[in-house]
């Protein structure tokens, strides 16, 4: 299994721009999660999912949208980026919430100038 | 889900145990207590998970008071690998609340 894979590990845009940031997990997952985390801080959750069609808010959502269409991909889409948005963003699925294990990927490191 | 408190930072030497202490006094009697790390850039880590029994597994040992009100995660004999942060969190198991993590505490294991 490859886990929970992200794409692209690393990218700059410019204020006003927008893009979209792939997550994909082959463990069957119902849930799957994005985070965000700013430089010495904790991670914050943007949204999450409880399966395919099915999204929610977490603590920082504004200026970002998902959508799950399938069990396997959860995107993650930035309209307008703005300096504030410069993060890196950790996507992570689990079987279900609360106290399973959620597994992470390797992150996605933007740069918005 | 109840608040956790954790040093902001804490020094270890190199083969010796590393004791990362979580206060966590507003725990209800159905949360559990998680341990995930962190290490430099990369997503974090599950490490270990309990609710009233001290747990242990190939990666750490977790000790819970009686009281439940307080947790250490034991990292029997740390290594350069074990630097990372340490996140402390309490949840329920069946919880629809997602994980919150907080600042979590700076390990550094000096050779």
């Known amino acids: 299994n490859a886990g929970v894979t992200q794409t692209p590990k690393f990218r700059i845009l410019k204020i006003g721009q927008s893009m979209t940031l792939q997550c994909t997990q082959d463990?069957?997952?119902?849930?799957m999660y994005w985070y965000r985390q700013d430089p010495g801080m904790g991670l914050k959750l943007i949204y999450y999912?409880?399966?395919?069609?099915?999204?929610d808010k977490g603590e920082v959502p504004n200026g970002y949208n998902v959508s799950r269409s399938t069990t396997e991909d959860f995107p993650l889409r930035l309209e307008l980026a703005a300096p504030s948005q410069t993060s890196v963003y950790f996507c992570?699925?689990?079987?279900?919430?609360?106290?399973?294990?959620?597994?992470f990927g390797p992150g996605t490191r933007l740069t918005v100038t | 889900d109840a608040k956790t408190t954790q040093p902001p930072s804490m020094d270890c030497a190199e083969g010796r145990a590393a004791n990362l202490p979580c206060n966590h006094s507003?725990?209800?009697?159905?949360?559990?207590v998680y341990w995930y790390r962190q290490i430099h850039s990369q997503g974090p880590q599950y490490i270990i998970h309990?609710?009233?029994n001290n747990e242990t597994n190939e990666m750490a040992s977790l000790i819970i008071t009686e009281d439940r009100k307080s947790s250490t995660l034991i990292l029997p004999h740390a290594t350069l690998r074990d630097t990372a942060v340490y996140y402390c969190?309490?949840?329920?198991?069946?919880?629809?609340?997602?994980?919150?993590f907080g600042k979590g505490t700076r390990l550094s294991v000096i050779a």
């Open positions: 992570a699925s689990s079987y279900s919430t609360g106290g399973y294990e959620q597994y």
């Open positions: 463990m069957n997952h119902n849930y």
């Open positions: 999912s409880v399966g395919a069609g099915i999204t």
């Open positions: 507003t725990i209800s009697g159905n949360e559990y």
């Open positions: 309990g609710l009233k």
């Open positions: 969190i309490v949840l329920l198991w069946t919880g629809n609340t997602p994980l919150v």
